[in-house]
């Protein structure tokens, strides 16, 4: 299935939070230095997502400023502001133009810090229009809880109840097929959960799968100070730097077309390790193909997203690629530089602790070269060196995550 686009609704006008002097898009209010709509994106873009579109309504014109055509974490940010308010169900409509066939839907105004490979790693059951993400929730009261049957399909979703307790609930992340949203017979405004999914689960055309880990909404007042207090710290845990060519993949020299793309023996497995140990996995990889005009660097990207797709569809992922085209003798002129993100210079790594909640406690380094392990001296982290191309990364792995 290959998703490569996310669409994220932010046009929420924040009405309840406005008493603490917020004047703008609910998702835009600041948490941790940031708009929190930054932090929902990096993690969507930890899943193989290149692009998203985010659907403005009230005061689009920041969210227009701030991100039309840039991009931020390697993904390209599309910006489309409703003429008046449509309900989640009519952005979709919207927006259908810009769509993809399949694609991530996410409210911008929470954040589930979960795997999503969960939610993408597997096609949709034929017939299906599309698949929630769920949530585990000490109350549901506050959500309606969603109650599935054994064979992954949606049954029912359940009004809110006072005392609810600890149940499923709709996270606000969703694997979405763009047909299923036209063939919907809908009057604006309309709201996806309200008038399409019920109607959905009623034909058995909705799946569910549960995710794991920190969930936060900052549409209350107090969820917001909530979010404001804990949010970075929740988020935050060390790294796996990986080096690409002879770590993850075999490296034939300059390696870089898909189709050569082979992973080494354990790799697929080391990763998902990391994954389920809380790791972020970060590829630092020097690339001097590029300078010396053996490829592009549109071609590392593909590359990459090549790479993730697959680890993806084995419910693994890498969080972060960072690879540098310069060599101090480069054939490009423009390349030609001993760069500071050169290994075994450390900018890659510390451009990840920038850009990243990354605690340099507990991270390391996996390489197969002398300047991959001096690299990682040079950033204040541990690092291992293996045989190139060979490596039995899922042993070294459980070595570097337990000590056995």
């Not at 990096?42 to 840039?70: C, E, F, P, T």
């Not at 992340?173 to 959905?200: G, H, K, M, Q, Y």
């Not at 790791?279 to 990207?301: P, W």
Request: glycine share 10%; net charge negative.
């Amino acid at each position: 299935m290959g998703v490569e686009q996310a669409v994220l609704l932010v046009g929420g006008q924040g009405t309840r939070l406005r008493s603490m002097g917020f004047d703008c898009p609910k998702p835009m209010v600041e948490i941790g230095g940031r708009p929190f709509l930054e932090h929902v994106i990096r993690h969507i873009s930890r899943y193989g997502i290149r692009r998203i579109v985010l659907v403005a309504g009230y005061k689009g014109d920041m969210v227009v400023d701030r991100y039309h055509g840039k991009s931020l974490y390697d993904v390209e940010l599309t910006v489309v502001v409703e003429p008046r308010p449509l309900g989640t169900a009519g952005a979709l409509v919207f927006a259908v133009e810009y769509l993809d066939e399949f694609f991530v839907m996410s409210n911008g105004d929470s954040l589930f810090d979960a795997d999503l490979s969960t939610l993408l790693g597997q096609e949709l059951k034929p017939g299906s229009n599309g698949r929630l993400l769920l949530s585990e929730v000490e109350d549901a009261s506050r959500y309606g809880a969603v109650h599935v049957d054994q064979d992954g399909l949606v049954q029912a979703f359940m009004e809110k109840q006072p005392d609810s307790g600890r149940q499923m609930v709709n996270s606000g992340v969703c694997l979405l097929r763009r047909e299923a949203i036209l063939a919907s017979n809908l009057t604006f405004p309309a709201s996806i959960e309200a008038d399409v999914f019920p109607s959905w689960v009623a034909s058995g055309n909705l799946e569910a799968c549960a995710g794991e880990g920190y969930f936060i909404d900052i549409g209350l007042p107090e969820s917001y100070g909530q979010a404001s207090a804990e949010l970075v710290d929740a988020i935050s845990r060390p790294a796996a730097f990986l080096d690409r060519d002879g770590v993850i993949n075999v490296d034939n020299g300059y390696t870089h077309a898909v189709e050569d793309l082979v992973f080494t023996p354990t790799a697929i497995d080391g990763i998902r390790a990391l994954n389920r140990s809380g790791y972020y996995v970060i590829v630092v990889s020097n690339q001097a193909g590029v300078a010396r005009g053996y490829y592009d660097e549109s071609a590392v990207r593909r590359f990459h997203a090549a790479m993730n797709a697959e680890l993806i569809r084995h419910a693994a992922h890498i969080d972060a690629f960072y690879f540098c085209p310069y060599h101090p003798d480069a054939a490009i002129e423009r390349y030609k530089a001993d760069h500071s993100h050169r290994k075994p210079n450390p900018g890659m790594i510390e451009d990840a602790f920038n850009d990243w909640p990354i605690t340099r406690a507990g991270s390391f380094l996996i390489g197969d070269k002398a300047s991959d392990i001096e690299a990682a001296q040079n950033a204040g982290i541990p690092g291992t060196l293996v045989e190139a191309n060979w490596c039995d990364l899922a042993a070294v792995v459980r070595s570097a995550t337990t000590g056995k």
